[in-house]
Nanobody, 115 residues
């Protein structure tokens, strides 16, 4: 059974940090590129970060460069998103997706940045 489960969201003050985790099972994780997306209320879903399946090369949206870091542990079938210097505009539901022969999505985890 394929599962992609995000965790680690919550409420944080501006300038704070959170670490999101994405745990995958039921498919060959290291054959998949992994992406983090986010969607704020009333807005389109947007791509936040990508980590390649092969060499773990990464790419980031301009609005998170220098603040967020994506990483993966193929032995543990997990992808992390370290988020630092959070801003109120980072408030959104964050989704993990494994992109490959099939695309597998998680249910999302809510991140709220507010004082």
């Amino acid at each position: 059974q394929v599962q992609v489960v995000e965790s680690g969201g919550g409420l944080v003050q501006p300038g704070g940090s959170l670490r999101l985790s994405c745990a995958a099972s039921g498919f060959t994780f290291n054959n998949y590129r992994c992406n983090w997306y986010r969607q704020a209320p009333g807005k389109e879903r947007e791509l936040v970060a990508i980590i390649d399946r092969a060499d773990s090369s990464t790419n980031y949206a301009d609005f998170v460069k220098g603040r967020f870091t994506i990483s993966r542990d193929n032995a543990k079938n997990t992808v992390l998103l370290q988020m630092n210097s959070l801003k109120p505009e980072d408030t959104a539901t964050y989704y993990c997706a494994a992109i490959g022969r099939n695309n597998y999505w998680g249910q999302g985890t809510q991140v709220t940045v507010s004082s």
